[in-house]
């Protein structure tokens, strides 16, 4: 079934941020990741895209029932939307659609789905920024994928594109697909989970270990 | 394949599109060997003795100068992190990368060096050598380079720590490329040269995306 996290502690600039995270997603599930600043969140889906480090603990996928590779089967957009300025809308996109073996004629779809196409051949340095995520979001549509990672989706879209990614993300878990999302406002995803992360809390024991800041917080 | 192939073409067009730097590396390699018979004076003999080692060390400032942004770019935008989970292996992500660093910064310089190998008046057995040895020792800057470019990708100002870095392992490809043109020039015989600089091209080719590779994952953790 699905994606199975089992005992991830995850680590960021050397402070434990996750620590024994147990949990499992089915296939056509969603999960929302909810948790203040700092709480570990894109520490996770970066763990999980395989960007980040693995302390202990593992992350599987299983998909009908078959144990699946990884790597090959997530999509991962982050904060940066990987777009290059000085390429147009469509080049941008194909490149992503070329190198993730997206079907043909799939940009064109992609397009129209974000609402870019009409300012496809235009450089994206021309893009706003809500427009610049869109064609960051965009990627996800090109090549199915069985699971989504995605990280503050909804930073600068308007409200029609909030609505319209919440569409695509119902239009993931229908087909079957699963998808991860960071984010702080209510997306109206039905059937969702939730997950909220904790920030991590300074142990008092933390400190102790080096000599020198314990003698000067001793 | 078709991921690859992609992923050179892109890299190609940005190179030439406004911003990319194509011709960076050739107009300061041009500068740099214009500056040379100003500052040595007009003695055509002194000139053509130096000739060699100037090529030389002007090709490897060259391809210096566009380096620190063969990574750098695309880890600033977010790009490297889509890469790195693409299903391509980062290996040959950091291959293709470098050798299109290569066609735009490389290839460039050895189209050029002849032309200003005439003008220092080095004399004619010794230019085709000088074009045989930038073709074999160019690649090396560029696959070297690469991994230098992937240890320094997080840090800003990185390209100067990045000359410290690299510059020292383009010893061995200076010597031999600048020793194998000057053989030439004096009658010897360059091909031991030759096939030295080949060598140190065939390794680096191996080496520096594996190495480039390792140094983009622990940079992007």
Known sequence: MGLTIDSLTLSRGGRTVIDGLTVALAEGGALVLRGANGAGKSTLLRAIAGLGRIDRGTVALRLDGEPADLAEHIAYAGHLDAVKPQLTLAENLTFWSQLTGGAPGAVDAALQEMGLDRIADQPASTCSAGQRRRLGLARLLLAPRALWLLDEPTVSLDAASTAALARHIAAQSARGGMVLVATHIDLALPQAQFLDLQPPTSLPGDHAEDPFLSSAFG | ?221
Do not use: C
């Not at chain 2, 510059?167 to 053989?183: C, E, H, K, N, S």
């Open chain 2, 1 to 221: 394949m078709q991921g690859l192939s992609s992923l050179m073409v892109r890299e190609l067009s940005l190179a030439v599109r406004a911003g990319g730097g194509a011709g960076l590396g050739l107009g300061f390699f041009l500068i740099a060997i214009l500056l040379m018979p100003l500052g040595i004076g007009p003695d055509m003999g002194l000139l053509a003795r130096a000739a060699p080692g100037m090529l030389w060390i002007a090709a490897l400032l060259a391809a210096l100068l566009s380096l620190d942004r063969l990574f750098q770019a695309d880890y600033e935008d977010g790009t490297l992190d889509v890469l790195a989970t693409a299903p391509l292996p980062l290996e040959a992500i950091a291959a293709v990368k470098a050798a299109a660093h290569w066609l735009t910064t490389g290839v460039p310089l050895i189209v050029a060096a002849p032309v200003l190998a005439v003008g220092l008046g080095l004399p004619t057995p010794a230019q085709i050598w000088l074009l045989a040895a930038l073709t074999l020792g160019t690649p090396a800057l560029s696959f070297i380079g690469a991994i230098g470019a992937a240890l320094t990708v997080g840090l800003r100002r990185g390209g100067l720590i990045l000359s410290l870095l690299v510059l020292p392992f383009y010893i061995p490809t200076l010597i031999f490329g600048a020793r194998a043109v000057d053989l030439a020039a004096r009658g010897a015989e360059p091909l031991p040269m030759i096939l030295l600089l080949g060598a140190l091209t065939l390794l680096s080719l191996v080496l520096g995306p594996v190495a480039s590779a390792a140094a983009l994952r622990i940079n992007l953790r």
